[in-house]
C-alpha cells in the first residue's frame, strides 16, 4: 500500500502536513514517499512533472496531491507552468474520472450564497470525464489566416471513452441515490449528440439506476435553482469543469471539497478541489479538511477501505459539531483556529 505524496506549492504543503498526520494515525501501514510537482519542481528541475516524480506516481497505489501554481510562475512559458505539471500526471496515469463531491454539512449552511432551505442537506457527485474533450483534441491553436489571428480547438470523443466513464457514474449512482443525470449540449455539438446516445446505450446495464438527460446550460441553472434534484451528475471534460466548480460554490467553502481521480482499476489521484491559494500560503491558515477528505475518498476508492473512510469524515463532522472553523467557514460565535489547530482537532476526534 504505497501512497505518492505531492505536496506542491502554495498552501499545499500545509494541508497536505496535516492529511499525513491523519493517515499516521489510522495505523494502516501505508508506505508515503514524497515528490516534486508545480512550480517547486519548475524551481528545482525545470520541469513541472520530472522523471522521479513520474516514476513514483507510476510504481504508488494512489497519489495524495496538495496544489499546484501561483503568480511567480504565471509568465513561464505555457509548458513549464506548474498546471502543465498536473494535465501530465492525470494523462501519464490514465485518470479519466474525476469524481467531486459537493456536500454542505448543515453546520455551514450559512456559508453558502443561497438560501439555506434551498442547500440544507446537498449532497452531490459530479463525475467529470478527465482525459479527453476540446482540453486534449488536436488540431488547436492560434494562426495567422486571412490577415488576422484565429484560434481553433477541438472536440471531440470516442465511443469507448463516452462508454468508461459513463460506467463509472452509473456504478457510482448505484452505490447512492440511484439516480444519474448526463449533461451535454446535443441540440447544438454533434459530439455531445453521441455522448447522449452512448449513455442511453449504457442504461439497461443498470436498471437499478434512473438516467436523465440535460442540456448544460438548464443543468448550469438548475443548479442554482434547485440544486437537491440531483444526486449524481456525469459529463465531458469541459463541462465538468465549469460545473464541479459551480456546484463546490454552492456549499460556500471550496476549503471543505476533496476529489478523486480514477484509473480503470481504481488507482487514484486524491486532491483537493481547491487551488494552491498564493494570498494565504505560509501563514498557516489555510483549512486542511479539503485534503484530509481527500485522504477519506483515497481510503474508499482505491484502498477498499470503507469502514477507515468514514471514520475520518466522521472526525471531520465531529470538528464541526464541536465548533472548529478555519477563517475561510469562520462565523461569530465558532472558534477560529489555524491549520495545525484544525488538523489537532481531526487527530483528537479519530
Ligand atoms: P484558489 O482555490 O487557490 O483560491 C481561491 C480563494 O479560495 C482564495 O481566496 C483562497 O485563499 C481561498 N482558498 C482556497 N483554498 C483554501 C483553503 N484550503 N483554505 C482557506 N481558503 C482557501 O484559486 P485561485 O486563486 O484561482 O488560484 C490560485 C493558484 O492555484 C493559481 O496558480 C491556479 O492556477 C492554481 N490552481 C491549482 C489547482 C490545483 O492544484 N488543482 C486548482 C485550481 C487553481
Excluded at 489510522?26 to 512533472?49: C, N, Q, R, S
Excluded at 449528440?193 to 442511453?200: F, K, S
Amino acid at each position: 500500500m504505497k501512497i505518492c505524496v505531492l505536496p506542491g506549492d502554495g498552501i499545499g504543503p500545509e494541508i497536505m502536513a496535516e492529511a499525513v498526520r491523519v493517515l499516521e494515525a489510522l495505523e494502516l501501514g501505508f508506505e508515503m514517499e514524497e515528490a516534486l510537482i508545480g512550480g517547486g519542481a519548475v524551481d528545482a528541475t525545470g520541469t513541472p512533472y520530472p522523471e522521479a516524480t513520474s516514476r513514483l506516481a507510476k510504481a504508488a497505489d494512489a497519489v495524495l496531491l496538495g496544489a499546484v501554481g501561483g503568480p511567480k510562475w504565471d509568465t513561464l512559458p505555457r509548458e513549464q507552468r506548474p498546471e502543465r505539471g498536473l494535465l501530465a500526471i492525470r494523462k501519464e496515469l490514465g485518470l479519466f474520472a474525476n469524481l467531486r463531491p459537493a456536500i454542505l454539512y448543515p453546520e455551514l449552511a450559512n456559508a453558502s450564497s443561497l438560501k439555506p432551505e434551498v442547500v440544507a442537506g446537498l449532497d452531490i457527485l459530479i463525475v467529470r470525464e478527465l482525459t479527453g474533450d476540446i482540453y486534449f483534441g488536436q488540431p488547436r491553436g492560434v494562426e495567422e489566416r486571412g490577415g488576422e489571428r484565429y484560434g481553433f480547438n477541438t472536440m471531440h470523443y470516442t465511443e469507448s471513452e463516452i462508454r468508461r466513464i459513463g460506467r463509472v457514474a452509473f456504478e457510482a449512482a448505484r452505490k447512492r441515490g440511484k439516480r444519474l443525470c448526463s449533461v451535454d449540449k446535443m441540440n447544438v455539438l454533434e459530439t455531445t449528440q453521441l455522448w447522449r446516445d452512448v449513455m442511453t446505450e449504457l442504461a439497461p446495464e443498470y436498471p437499478d439506476v434512473e438516467l436523465s438527460h440535460m442540456l448544460v446550460d438548464n443543468a448550469a441553472m438548475q443548479l442554482v435553482r434547485a440544486p437537491k434534484q440531483f444526486d449524481v451528475m456525469v459529463t465531458g471534460n469541459m463541462f465538468g469543469d465549469i460545473l464541479s466548480d459551480e456546484a463546490s460554490m454552492l456549499t460556500g467553502s471550496i476549503g471543505m471539497l476533496p476529489s478523486a481521480s480514477l484509473d480503470e482499476n481504481n488507482k487514484g489521484l486524491y486532491e483537493p478541489s481547491h487551488g494552491s491559494a498564493p494570498d494565504i500560503a505560509g501563514k498557516g491558515v489555510a483549512n486542511p479538511l479539503a485534503t484530509i477528505l481527500s485522504v477519506a475518498m483515497m481510503l474508499r476508492y482505491t484502498f477498499g477501505r470503507e469502514e477507515a473512510a468514514l471514520r475520518v469524515e466522521g472526525a471531520v463532522k465531529k470538528v464541526l459539531a464541536q465548533g472548529y472553523r478555519t477563517g475561510d467557514i469562520f462565523e461569530p460565535g465558532t472558534s477560529r483556529v489555524g491549520t495545525r489547530q484544525m488538523g489537532d482537532a481531526v487527530l483528537a476526534a479519530l
